[in-house]
């Protein structure tokens, strides 16, 4: 099991970190079909100055890109050399689904509803075991970038409990476009960082097998403010300016296709709409028919399917309600 002792080593992984070092460690999972190994690479980059331990991960579905990329350009822009304490980057965590563009692990299980994990179960159960004995049981904060399923595009926001003092006052100094109340999965990633006590920042943006510019540089600069907030920051690192404060939100709806068809979206992502404004059409590919999707209410629009398809009951938006 991680741990830092009270020399301010850090052992992970079978590795021994002293401070003011930064080391790659290649976690081993399993091996591939052709019996070559499959490893998952941890980035760990320690200060000398002792302080909070920052685990920040991406691509636990393997098909959220964006996730990869914001984790990606936090090491290389070099935020992750933090001033005091350890920040440990995972741009990929589900390395299998990543390498198949698909969001499950190869037994068909959501590595993300397999938390804590099983030493002897299937084999998204199982890298959920180590996971959260070897690494988990080091960090003081953890940051999981995510993305929308499939073509359904997430505003860039943060998802988190209602309940958690200390996550509120983190999702309002990462100060995302939106911060959302949601309840904790059973069996998540971030179910398992709350029974460890670990405030945890669940970022979601974009659609999955896409890189998205915008949605990146929201999850970059979110994780700038947090890394200053708890001085680590890097002081090479200019802390980015808020332009305008995130938008608070408890309550959601789905609005779903009323009609299959053509979807033909007329608005922006994040856009603040009234009751009857006109946010989509659905038409048939003959040009004889065309339905007009309206707002059910004043909200803004936090998810848009950019699916050119849909079948009648499809999410096509997810409206704020409050």
Same mark, same amino acid.
């Given at each position: 099991m991680g741990y830092i002792d009270q020399k301010n080593n850090l052992h992970i992984l079978g590795?021994?970190?002293?401070?003011?070092?930064?080391?790659r460690i290649n976690f081993n999972t399993a091996k591939h079909f052709t019996s070559g190994s499959v $490893?998952?690479?941890?980035?760990? $980059?320690?200060?000398?100055?002792?302080?909070?331990?920052?685990?920040?991960?991406?691509g636990l579905h393997g098909d959220e890109i964006n996730g990869v990329e914001i984790v990606r350009q936090l090491i290389s822009k070099k935020i992750n050399k933090p001033q005091q304490g350890t920040i440990i980057c995972i741009p990929v965590i589900n390395i299998f689904g990543f390498l198949q563009l698909q969001r499950e692990f190869p037994d068909g299980r959501d590595l993300n509803r397999m938390f804590p994990g099983s030493k002897n179960g299937a084999l998204a159960s199982r890298f959920a075991y180590q996971f959260t004995q070897e690494i988990l049981p080091v960090a003081n904060y953890c940051l999981d970038f995510h993305t929308g399923g499939a073509s359904r595009f997430n505003a860039a926001q943060i998802r988190i409990d209602n309940n958690n003092k200390e996550n509120i006052n983190l999702a309002k100094i990462f100060n995302a476009p939106f911060t959302i109340y949601a309840k904790t999965i059973s069996k998540s990633y971030r179910e398992a960082c709350a029974k460890k006590g670990i405030p945890t920042l669940?970022? $979601?943006?974009?659609?999955?097998?896409?890189?998205?510019p915008d949605i990146a540089q929201a999850g970059i600069n979110g994780t700038i403010r947090v890394l200053h907030y708890l001085g680590m920051l890097n002081p090479n690192i200019t802390l980015p300016q808020e332009t305008s404060k995130s938008i608070l939100i408890s309550t959601t709806a789905w609005i779903r296709a009323k009609y299959s068809g053509l979807l033909h979206i007329k608005i922006p992502i994040g856009k603040q709409v009234e009751k009857g404004e006109h946010i989509a059409t659905i038409t048939d590919p003959y040009g004889s028919f065309k339905h007009k999707v309206k707002a059910p209410n004043n909200g803004y629009i936090i998810?848009?399917?950019?699916?050119?398809?849909v079948y009648q009951g499809d999410a096509i938006f997810h409206i704020t309600k409050d």
């Amino acid at each position: 099991m991680g741990y830092i002792d009270q020399k301010n080593n850090l052992h992970i992984l079978g590795h021994k970190l002293l401070p003011g070092t930064k080391t790659r460690i290649n976690f081993n999972t399993a091996k591939h079909f052709t019996s070559g190994s499959v $490893e998952v690479p941890v980035i760990v $980059e320690r200060a000398k100055k002792p302080g909070p331990v920052m685990l920040i991960t991406g691509g636990l579905h393997g098909d959220e890109i964006n996730g990869v990329e914001i984790v990606r350009q936090l090491i290389s822009k070099k935020i992750n050399k933090p001033q005091q304490g350890t920040i440990i980057c995972i741009p990929v965590i589900n390395i299998f689904g990543f390498l198949q563009l698909q969001r499950e692990f190869p037994d068909g299980r959501d590595l993300n509803r397999m938390f804590p994990g099983s030493k002897n179960g299937a084999l998204a159960s199982r890298f959920a075991y180590q996971f959260t004995q070897e690494i988990l049981p080091v960090a003081n904060y953890c940051l999981d970038f995510h993305t929308g399923g499939a073509s359904r595009f997430n505003a860039a926001q943060i998802r988190i409990d209602n309940n958690n003092k200390e996550n509120i006052n983190l999702a309002k100094i990462f100060n995302a476009p939106f911060t959302i109340y949601a309840k904790t999965i059973s069996k998540s990633y971030r179910e398992a960082c709350a029974k460890k006590g670990i405030p945890t920042l669940l970022f $979601e943006g974009g659609k999955s097998l896409d890189n998205n510019p915008d949605i990146a540089q929201a999850g970059i600069n979110g994780t700038i403010r947090v890394l200053h907030y708890l001085g680590m920051l890097n002081p090479n690192i200019t802390l980015p300016q808020e332009t305008s404060k995130s938008i608070l939100i408890s309550t959601t709806a789905w609005i779903r296709a009323k009609y299959s068809g053509l979807l033909h979206i007329k608005i922006p992502i994040g856009k603040q709409v009234e009751k009857g404004e006109h946010i989509a059409t659905i038409t048939d590919p003959y040009g004889s028919f065309k339905h007009k999707v309206k707002a059910p209410n004043n909200g803004y629009i936090i998810n848009i399917n950019q699916a050119p398809l849909v079948y009648q009951g499809d999410a096509i938006f997810h409206i704020t309600k409050d």
